[in-house]
């Protein structure tokens, strides 16, 4: 979940003392992809409007978690700064987004970064798109 350190905390004590298995508040937390966001939006959507004019819509296939829908070659540079704005301030479809890439025929998937929380989130939606998933540290 995410929100102002004072919901969050209460949330956390909430389900603990509910009988959660395990409910903590990561070092990364923030109100990322809710409406508390929407400052630091419009900040992003300004700067990235800056540089439009040397952005190029993707090669591939790209699933956005805002809509949990692919964009590609033909997306307009102008829809891929919006979506990347309503990023910051919508929930994130990471389930969906994934369960479309496996029926669109994605086949392998790779998580950059130091952990692997995204692996064991794939392990719950799809245990073959699990086996095929390789993390790179970065």
């Known amino acids: 979940v995410a929100g102002t350190k004072a919901s969050v905390m209460a949330l956390e004590k909430k389900a603990m003392d509910a009988g959660a298995?395990?409910?903590?508040?990561?070092?990364?937390?923030?109100?990322?992809?809710?409406?508390?966001?929407?400052?630091?939006?419009?900040?992003?959507?300004?700067?990235?409007?800056?540089v439009k004019a040397s952005m190029r819509p993707p090669r591939c296939?790209?699933?956005?978690?805002?809509?949990?829908?692919?964009?590609?070659?033909?997306?307009?540079?102008?829809?891929?700064?919006?979506?990347?704005?309503?990023?910051?301030?919508?929930?994130?479809?990471?389930?969906?987004?994934?369960?479309?890439?496996?029926?669109?025929?994605?086949t392998s998937f790779v998580e950059c970064g130091p952990g692997k929380q995204l692996k064991a989130m794939m392990k719950r939606i799809d245990p073959k798109a699990n086996e095929r998933m390789t993390n790179v540290l970065v």
């Open 61 to 106: 296939k790209v699933y956005m978690n805002t809509t949990a829908q692919a964009i590609g070659p033909e997306t307009p540079v102008k829809d891929i700064l919006h979506l990347l704005g309503e990023q910051l301030v919508s929930p994130v479809r990471w389930e969906q987004s994934m369960q479309l890439a496996i029926k669109d025929g994605c």
């Open 21 to 50: 298995l395990q409910a903590k508040i990561l070092k990364t937390s923030g109100a990322f992809h809710t409406s508390v966001m929407a400052g630091a939006k419009q900040n992003l959507v300004s700067e990235l409007e800056q």
